[in-house]
C-alpha cells in the first residue's frame, strides 16, 4: 500500500519476545526507514506500541550495525575482527564445521532463543540445518520451561482465555508480570476494566510500575507463589467458595489436591510467604465471590526451584471457582498452544540421524557454561546418543551421559549468552577457550560477538520475510521486508542455506525458500485455520485463528489433556520422581534448603525486565538506553540502613559466583530482604569493580535448574549487597 510516490507502507511484525506480537505499518523512503507504527486495523495491537519498537527505525539505521562478515585476528574476547567476503566466511566456516563434525556432529550445538520470534528467521532453517548435520540440540529452557511444564501438567498444552476478555472482567489477579512494561496492550485492557470498577491485584515481590496503579499489592517473598496459591485453595474449600458442579465435570484430582491444601492454612503461608493471612484470607473471598474473575500470571513466578508447581496450584484456581464459565473469566500465561504448530513440517527433525529412536543429545541452554567446561580431550562421545539435559529430579544440569561429549563448536543466533545465560563468568570462562570455534549471527557487536571467531552479519525485521504466531494473542502476523539488506547483510534462512552449501549438504529442505518455510510450519488443515488463506494472510498482513474471542473456549471443558479435563492433579509426573499434587519447593537458595548460603548471603535477588529493554536486544539504541540511565539496584530503607548504604551510592551486589556494581535506589517499592536489578545490561555498558570488566546481574544467577522444566532460576538467588568507594 503507498502513501506517496516517495513514502511507501509496508505491513510488518514486531519479532520481539513480548506477548503482543504487534502488526506494524513501516513507512519507508529510499531504502530508509522513516517511521514504524502500530497498526490500527489489527484488533490486539490497535495502532499502540511500545517505546522501544515505535524507535525500531533507530536501531536498524544505527552507525554501528554489522554490515559484512568479520573473521578474529586478536585475541578472544578483544573484539578485534577483519572484514571479508562471504564466500570466503562460507568456506573457511564449512571446513572447521566439518572437521568437527567428521569427529562428532554432537560436538556442535546451536545456541538461539528469541531474539527474533519468527518461524523463519527463528527456528525454521536452522533446525533443520543442525538436524540433518547430527548435530546437538539445544533444550531451551531459559524463559518459559518451567511454566510452560506447569501449565501443560494442568491444562495439556499452553491455552488460556483471550486477552480481549480481560476489559470486562470484575476481578483480576497480575501475578508475577508487570503489563505496564511488558505487555502494554493487556494493560490498556486492564484499564479499562478498573474504569468499568474492577479491582485488580499484583503479586509480587516488587512494587512494579504496575502494582502501584493495582488497588492491592501482596508483596511475597520470591519463590513463595505456590504456598500462596494453596493457602487460597484451602480457604476456597474450607468456606465452600467452589463451584462443585464445574469441579464435579471438568476436572479430575480434586480429593488429592484437597489433602495437600488442607496442609497450608493461610496462616502457614503466610509466614511462609511473608504477606499478611488476612490478605490471603481477603484474596480467597473475592476469587471465590466475583465474576468473571482472570488471572494473568507470567513467568516472574517460575524463576525459582519450584515454579512448575507455582504454575500448577496458580492453574487450579480458576478450575475450582468455575471462572472459566465466563468469557471474562479463566487464566492466560500463554495463547501459544491455540495455534496449530506442524513441528515436523517445519524443523524437520525426521532429517536426524537416528530418528526417531536415537537422537543426538539435548544441552540445556540455561547450562551452557558447565557445558562449555567440558574439556576436549574427553572421549566417548558416541555413548550418549539419546541422552538429555531434563535434570527435573535432581536439580542439576548435567545430562546422563553427556559429560563424555566436549563442545567443540558453537554457533549462536537471536541469542546474546554472555549476557543473558546464568553465571556469567562460567559462560565468559567457557567462551573464552581457545579450542572452542565459536560462529555468531548478529546485528550489533554484542558481549557474545566479541568471543566469536567469525561474526556474520545478519538483517533485522526490517529487511527481511518472516511468519509470527503470538503467546498474548490468537492472531498470525506476516512480517514483509520494508528495505533491501543494509550492507552485505543477510538474513538468518539465507545464511544457513549458504552454510549448508558449504559443508556439501544435499537434502532439498534445507534449501527452501522464505515463503515455503513458513507455510510449512502450520497445519492449513487445521479447524483453527478454517478460512485463512496464505494469499489473504499476505495482503492484509494479520490473520486471527478462527476462534470466538466473545466465548471461552473453555467454558465447557475440552482441555487437550488425555481425559479432557483439568488435571489438579498429574499422575504422570511420578515417573519423572516428582510430586503429582502440587506442592511448594522452597527455593534452592533459601533457609530451608541452604542455611548457610541464606546466612552468608541474606538478600534474595530479582532481576525483572528494566521497562526500556528487552532483554538485551535495544540496550545499545541511544535514545532508549538514555531514558533507562543506569544500571540500578532497589533496596528497602530497612535493608540499606543496617548496611549503612545511602541513596545514590555506588553499591556492589555480589555471592560467590560474581559481582556486578549498580546505583542504589532506596525505596519502599522493594519488600524488605529483597534487592531489585532490572535487567538486562551488557556487560560492557555495565560499571566494573575496582577495574575490572563490567558486569551485570548474571554474574550472580545460578545454573541450578527448577524441578520441572529444566529452566533458568534467575530469582533463585542470594547476594549481599556493599559500597564501592
Given at each position: 500500500?503507498?502513501?506517496?510516490?516517495?513514502?511507501?507502507?509496508?505491513?510488518?511484525?514486531?519479532?520481539?519476545?513480548?506477548?503482543?506480537?504487534?502488526?506494524?505499518?513501516?513507512?519507508?523512503?529510499?531504502?530508509?526507514?522513516?517511521?514504524?507504527?502500530?497498526?490500527?486495523?489489527?484488533?490486539?495491537?490497535?495502532?499502540?506500541?511500545?517505546?522501544?519498537?515505535?524507535?525500531?527505525?533507530?536501531?536498524?539505521?544505527?552507525?554501528?550495525?554489522?554490515?559484512?562478515?568479520?573473521?578474529?585476528?586478536?585475541?578472544?574476547?578483544?573484539?578485534?575482527?577483519?572484514?571479508?567476503?562471504?564466500?570466503?566466511?562460507?568456506?573457511?566456516?564449512?571446513?572447521?564445521?566439518?572437521?568437527?563434525?567428521?569427529?562428532?556432529?554432537?560436538?556442535?550445538?546451536?545456541?538461539?532463543?528469541?531474539?527474533?520470534?519468527?518461524?523463519?528467521?527463528?527456528?525454521?532453517?536452522?533446525?533443520?540445518?543442525?538436524?540433518?548435520?547430527?548435530?546437538?540440540?539445544?533444550?531451551?529452557?531459559?524463559?518459559?520451561?518451567?511454566?510452560?511444564?506447569?501449565?501443560?501438567?494442568?491444562?495439556?498444552?499452553?491455552?488460556?482465555?483471550?486477552?480481549?476478555?480481560?476489559?470486562?472482567?470484575?476481578?483480576?489477579?497480575?501475578?508475577?508480570?508487570?503489563?505496564?512494561?511488558?505487555?502494554?496492550?493487556?494493560?490498556?485492557?486492564?484499564?479499562?476494566?478498573?474504569?468499568?470498577?474492577?479491582?485488580?491485584?499484583?503479586?509480587?515481590?516488587?512494587?512494579?510500575?504496575?502494582?502501584?496503579?493495582?488497588?492491592?499489592?501482596?508483596?511475597?517473598?520470591?519463590?513463595?507463589?505456590?504456598?500462596?496459591?494453596?493457602?487460597?485453595?484451602?480457604?476456597?474449600?474450607?468456606?465452600?467458595?467452589?463451584?462443585?458442579?464445574?469441579?464435579?465435570?471438568?476436572?479430575?484430582?480434586?480429593?488429592?489436591?484437597?489433602?495437600?491444601?488442607?496442609?497450608?492454612?493461610?496462616?502457614?503461608?503466610?509466614?511462609?510467604?511473608?504477606?499478611?493471612?488476612?490478605?490471603?484470607?481477603?484474596?480467597?473471598?473475592?476469587?471465590?465471590?466475583?465474576?468473571?474473575?482472570?488471572?494473568?500470571?507470567?513467568?516472574?513466578?517460575?524463576?525459582?526451584?519450584?515454579?512448575?508447581?507455582?504454575?500448577?496450584?496458580?492453574?487450579?484456581?480458576?478450575?475450582?471457582?468455575?471462572?472459566?464459565?465466563?468469557?471474562?473469566?479463566?487464566?492466560?500465561?500463554?495463547?501459544?498452544?491455540?495455534?496449530?504448530?506442524?513441528?515436523?513440517?517445519?524443523?524437520?527433525?525426521?532429517?536426524?540421524?537416528?530418528?526417531?529412536?536415537?537422537?543426538?543429545?539435548?544441552?540445556?541452554?540455561?547450562?551452557?557454561?558447565?557445558?562449555?567446561?567440558?574439556?576436549?580431550?574427553?572421549?566417548?562421545?558416541?555413548?550418549?546418543?539419546?541422552?538429555?539435559?531434563?535434570?527435573?529430579?535432581?536439580?542439576?544440569?548435567?545430562?546422563?551421559?553427556?559429560?563424555?561429549?566436549?563442545?567443540?563448536?558453537?554457533?549462536?543466533?537471536?541469542?546474546?549468552?554472555?549476557?543473558?545465560?546464568?553465571?556469567?563468568?562460567?559462560?565468559?570462562?567457557?567462551?573464552?577457550?581457545?579450542?572452542?570455534?565459536?560462529?555468531?549471527?548478529?546485528?550489533?557487536?554484542?558481549?557474545?560477538?566479541?568471543?566469536?571467531?567469525?561474526?556474520?552479519p545478519a538483517t533485522t525485521q526490517m529487511e527481511h520475510f518472516d511468519l509470527h504466531k503470538s503467546y498474548g494473542h490468537t492472531s498470525l502476523v506476516v512480517n514483509h521486508p520494508a528495505i533491501s539488506p543494509i550492507g552485505d547483510a543477510l538474513p538468518n534462512s539465507e545464511i544457513f542455506r549458504r552454510l549448508a552449501r558449504a559443508m556439501g549438504l544435499t537434502e532439498p529442505a534445507?534449501?527452501?525458500?522464505?515463503?515455503?518455510?513458513?507455510?510449512?510450519?502450520?497445519?492449513?488443515?487445521?479447524?483453527?485455520?478454517?478460512?485463512?488463506?496464505?494469499?489473504?494472510?499476505?495482503?492484509?498482513?494479520?490473520?486471527?485463528?478462527?476462534?470466538?474471542?466473545?466465548?471461552?473456549?473453555?467454558?465447557?471443558?475440552?482441555?487437550?489433556?488425555?481425559?479432557?479435563?483439568?488435571?489438579?492433579?498429574?499422575?504422570?509426573?511420578?515417573?519423572?520422581?516428582?510430586?503429582?499434587?502440587?506442592?511448594?519447593?522452597?527455593?534452592?537458595?533459601?533457609?530451608?534448603?541452604?542455611?548457610?548460603?541464606?546466612?552468608?548471603?541474606?538478600?534474595?535477588?530479582?532481576?525483572?525486565?528494566?521497562?526500556?529493554?528487552?532483554?538485551?536486544?535495544?540496550?545499545?539504541?541511544?535514545?532508549?538506553?538514555?531514558?533507562?540511565?543506569?544500571?540500578?539496584?532497589?533496596?528497602?530503607?530497612?535493608?540499606?540502613?543496617?548496611?549503612?548504604?545511602?541513596?545514590?551510592?555506588?553499591?556492589?551486589?555480589?555471592?560467590?559466583?560474581?559481582?556486578?556494581?549498580?546505583?542504589?535506589?532506596?525505596?519502599?517499592?522493594?519488600?524488605?530482604?529483597?534487592?531489585?536489578?532490572?535487567?538486562?545490561?551488557?556487560?560492557?555498558?555495565?560499571?566494573?569493580?575496582?577495574?575490572?570488566?563490567?558486569?551485570?546481574?548474571?554474574?550472580?544467577?545460578?545454573?541450578?535448574?527448577?524441578?520441572?522444566?529444566?529452566?533458568?532460576?534467575?530469582?533463585?538467588?542470594?547476594?549481599?549487597?556493599?559500597?564501592?568507594?
Amino acid at each position: 500500500m503507498t502513501t506517496t510516490e516517495q513514502e511507501r507502507t509496508v505491513r510488518a511484525a514486531c519479532p520481539h519476545d513480548c506477548p503482543d506480537t504487534c502488526a506494524l505499518r513501516v513507512t519507508v523512503s529510499g531504502n530508509r526507514v522513516i517511521r514504524v507504527e502500530g497498526d490500527p486495523d489489527h484488533p490486539a495491537t490497535d495502532g499502540v506500541l511500545c517505546t522501544k519498537v515505535a524507535r525500531y527505525a533507530e536501531r536498524t539505521h544505527h552507525p554501528d550495525r554489522l554490515t559484512q562478515p568479520l573473521r578474529r585476528v586478536g585475541p578472544k574476547g578483544s573484539g578485534q575482527f577483519e572484514p571479508v567476503s562471504w564466500a570466503v566466511a562460507m568456506a573457511e566456516i564449512g571446513q572447521r564445521l566439518n572437521q568437527i563434525a567428521a569427529r562428532d556432529p554432537q560436538r556442535i550445538v546451536p545456541y538461539s532463543y528469541a531474539g527474533t520470534m519468527g518461524f523463519v528467521q527463528g527456528d525454521g532453517l536452522a533446525q533443520r540445518f543442525f538436524h540433518a548435520l547430527g548435530a546437538s540440540r539445544l533444550d531451551a529452557t531459559i524463559c518459559s520451561a518451567a511454566g510452560s511444564n506447569g501449565l501443560a501438567s494442568v491444562h495439556g498444552k499452553s491455552i488460556g482465555m483471550a486477552v480481549e476478555q480481560f476489559e470486562h472482567s470484575k476481578l483480576i489477579l497480575l501475578w508475577g508480570t508487570n503489563p505496564v512494561t511488558s505487555s502494554v496492550h493487556l494493560w490498556r485492557r486492564i484499564q479499562t476494566a478498573k474504569r468499568k470498577g474492577a479491582v485488580v491485584v499484583a503479586i509480587d515481590p516488587f512494587e512494579s510500575d504496575s502494582a502501584q496503579k493495582c488497588d492491592r499489592w501482596l508483596a511475597l517473598r520470591p519463590g513463595t507463589d505456590a504456598a500462596l496459591a494453596l493457602a487460597l485453595i484451602n480457604v476456597l474449600i474450607t468456606e465452600d467458595l467452589l463451584d462443585r458442579d464445574w469441579i464435579e465435570q471438568h476436572t479430575e484430582g480434586f480429593e488429592a489436591l484437597t489433602e495437600r491444601a488442607m496442609q497450608w492454612p493461610a496462616a502457614r503461608a503466610a509466614e511462609i510467604c511473608g504477606v499478611a493471612e488476612a490478605d490471603i484470607v481477603w484474596l480467597a473471598r473475592q476469587w471465590g465471590s466475583v465474576r468473571p474473575a482472570a488471572i494473568r500470571v507470567n513467568y516472574g513466578v517460575q524463576r525459582a526451584r519450584g515454579g512448575a508447581d507455582a504454575v500448577r496450584a496458580i492453574a487450579a484456581l480458576p478450575a475450582l471457582a468455575g471462572a472459566w464459565r465466563d468469557a471474562a473469566g479463566g487464566m492466560l500465561l500463554s495463547s501459544s498452544g491455540w495455534f496449530p504448530v506442524d513441528v515436523t513440517g517445519w524443523q524437520r527433525p525426521d532429517l536426524m540421524p537416528g530418528w526417531p529412536d536415537r537422537l543426538p543429545r539435548s544441552v540445556n541452554m540455561s547450562a551452557i557454561g558447565e557445558a562449555l567446561a567440558i574439556p576436549l580431550e574427553n572421549a566417548g562421545a558416541s555413548t550418549s546418543v539419546g541422552s538429555t539435559s531434563d535434570s527435573s529430579t535432581s536439580g542439576s544440569s548435567t545430562s546422563a551421559g553427556s559429560a563424555s561429549i566436549p563442545v567443540e563448536a558453537i554457533v549462536v543466533w537471536n541469542a546474546n549468552p554472555v549476557a543473558v545465560a546464568p553465571d556469567s563468568e562460567s559462560v565468559i570462562r567457557g567462551f573464552a577457550r581457545e579450542d572452542l570455534f565459536t560462529v555468531v549471527l548478529e546485528h550489533f557487536q554484542t558481549d557474545t560477538a566479541d568471543w566469536a571467531d567469525w561474526v556474520l552479519p545478519a538483517t533485522t525485521q526490517m529487511e527481511h520475510f518472516d511468519l509470527h504466531k503470538s503467546y498474548g494473542h490468537t492472531s498470525l502476523v506476516v512480517n514483509h521486508p520494508a528495505i533491501s539488506p543494509i550492507g552485505d547483510a543477510l538474513p538468518n534462512s539465507e545464511i544457513f542455506r549458504r552454510l549448508a552449501r558449504a559443508m556439501g549438504l544435499t537434502e532439498p529442505a534445507l534449501f527452501d525458500d522464505d515463503q515455503t518455510v513458513a507455510r510449512s510450519a502450520l497445519d492449513w488443515s487445521h479447524p483453527r485455520l478454517a478460512g485463512v488463506t496464505w494469499e489473504d494472510l499476505l495482503e492484509r498482513g494479520w490473520a486471527p485463528l478462527t476462534m470466538d474471542p466473545t466465548v471461552n473456549p473453555l467454558a465447557n471443558g475440552g482441555f487437550p489433556t488425555a481425559s479432557g479435563r483439568v488435571q489438579l492433579v498429574d499422575s504422570a509426573l511420578s515417573v519423572q520422581g516428582r510430586d503429582p499434587v502440587p506442592d511448594w519447593q522452597p527455593p534452592w537458595e533459601s533457609a530451608e534448603v541452604d542455611p548457610e548460603r541464606s546466612a552468608l548471603y541474606p538478600l534474595q535477588l530479582i532481576s525483572p525486565p528494566a521497562r526500556n529493554f528487552l532483554n538485551t536486544t535495544f540496550v545499545n539504541v541511544t535514545s532508549i538506553r538514555a531514558r533507562e540511565g543506569e544500571p540500578e539496584c532497589l533496596l528497602h530503607p530497612a535493608d540499606a540502613t543496617q548496611r549503612g548504604l545511602v541513596e545514590g551510592a555506588l553499591v556492589k551486589v555480589f555471592n560467590d559466583r560474581g559481582a556486578f556494581a549498580a546505583r542504589l535506589r532506596v525505596t519502599e517499592r522493594a519488600r524488605r530482604g529483597v534487592a531489585v536489578a532490572p535487567s538486562i545490561w551488557w556487560h560492557r555498558d555495565a560499571p566494573g569493580i575496582q577495574g575490572g570488566p563490567g558486569r551485570n546481574v548474571n554474574a550472580v544467577t545460578s545454573q541450578r535448574l527448577t524441578e520441572g522444566g529444566a529452566g533458568a532460576t534467575f530469582y533463585d538467588c542470594r547476594v549481599e549487597v556493599e559500597a564501592l568507594a
